[in-house]
């Protein structure tokens, strides 16, 4: 069965660095998105994409965070010069279309741990 | 704006003992709500939805009837078991437009004894 998958599993990194997280979606999907969970809060929307370009972002999506799908297979979240506060599981998702009828199909997440 | 609230976990539950976790949310637009759960080291999986007022949504066992009057969305299962302990997370999105995004809730652990 297809699934979504995210690399790498875990990430360490220090305060100021950039990270990039990538997810290879389901192969026909057209719809990707990244969410966060901060441990003990809830699961947030980060940003939306489609065609090639962001459809919707939250707050949070600020100038440190940009999404990018380098080649047909992978789309990665990169975060410029990470702070303490980004330390938070990161999920992708993706679906064929949008819509409440098409559903998001999330990756196992990537743990970041800001040092 | 939107939200979801669960109830907060962790719950320990007994083989075949009965399951509510409850749900309740808020929301600007007509809202289609959603479970989905997440087993240890996997990705979160839709286990069931409703798009409308009095629709139920049902699977595996689980069923959630989406409440308008009461704005609620709690998950039932009769009999519960070992392989159901995961993260159960309720969520909402509101229908129409271009707006995709899933709002969920804190998550609630369910541990389920032999």
Request: aromatic residues 14%.
């Amino acid at each position: 069965e297809p699934e979504v998958t995210q690399t790498p599993s875990h990430q360490v990194t220090q305060m100021g660095q950039e990270v990039i997280l990538r997810c290879v979606p389901i192969s026909n999907h057209l719809y990707f998105y990244w969410y966060r969970q901060i441990l003990g809060q809830k699961v947030e929307f980060l940003v939306s994409f489609y065609n090639n370009e962001i459809s919707e972002k939250s707050e949070i999506f600020d100038d440190q965070f940009s999404v990018e799908r380098p080649d047909g297979s992978n789309f990665t979240l990169k975060i410029r010069s990470t702070k303490l506060e980004d330390s938070a599981m990161y999920f992708c998702a993706s679906s064929y279309q949008g819509g409440v009828y098409n559903e998001q199909f999330f990756g196992p997440g990537t743990r970041l741990t800001v040092l | 704006g939107n939200s979801v609230t669960q109830m907060e976990g962790p719950v320990t539950l007994s083989e075949e003992a009965f399951l509510t976790i409850n749900c309740t949310y808020t929301a600007t637009g007509y809202p289609s709500l959603f479970w989905y759960v997440q087993y240890p080291g996997e990705g979160l999986q839709l286990l069931l939805k409703a798009t409308k007022a009095d629709d139920k949504g049902s699977n595996k066992g689980f069923e959630a009837t989406y409440r308008k009057e009461t704005t609620s969305f709690h998950l039932e299962k009769g009999s519960v078991q070992v392989s159901d302990s995961a993260v159960y997370f309720c969520a909402l999105m509101i229908a129409g437009g271009s707006n995709y995004k899933l709002t969920f809730g804190k998550g609630t652990l369910l541990t389920v004894n032999p």
